[in-house]
Nanobody, 127 residues
Framework: QVQLVESGGGLVQAGGSLRLSCAAS????????MGWFRQAPGKDREFVVG????????YYADFVKGRFTISRDNAKNTVYLQMNNLKPEDTAVYYC????????????????????WGQGTQVTVSS
């Protein structure tokens, strides 16, 4: 079993920044492909970004390229999402997810490819 706990959400003005963290426990973190998803009210959950086990590969959704950066610290069992130049349309609950499939370079983009999910953290961007 894997536990994922997100933190770092909050209320920020448009143009501002937030840094989300996701702390993992229960299995070897370095064996997990990690991802961030988000879900806005009335919308489906959507992929934001993923990172491979060793951090060597990442994949970003087009709408966050150049603004968001994912990173991981396998020694701390934590994945981060640095969000800059936030926009009101970034308002959503952000979830981190873990998958133990694939290999060292795999990055998953579909929610059904992830096995474990955190409880989510709310990000609200005011205009």
């Amino acid at each position: 079993q894997v536990q994922l706990v997100e933190s770092g959400g909050g209320l920020v003005q448009a143009g501002g920044s937030l840094r989300l963290s996701c702390a993992a426990s229960g299995r070897t973190f370095s064996s997990a492909t990690m991802g961030w998803f988000r879900q806005a009210p009335g919308k489906d959950r959507e992929f934001v970004v993923g990172i491979s086990r060793n951090g060597g590969r990442t994949y970003y959704a087009d709408f966050v390229k150049g603004r968001f950066t994912i990173s991981r610290d396998n020694a701390k069992n934590t994945v981060y999402l640095q969000m800059n130049n936030l926009k009101p349309e970034d308002t959503a609950v952000y979830y981190c997810a873990a998958s133990f499939g694939g290999n060292w370079y795999t990055v998953y983009r579909q929610s059904n490819e992830y096995d474990y999910w955190g409880q989510g953290t709310q990000v609200t961007v005011s205009s």
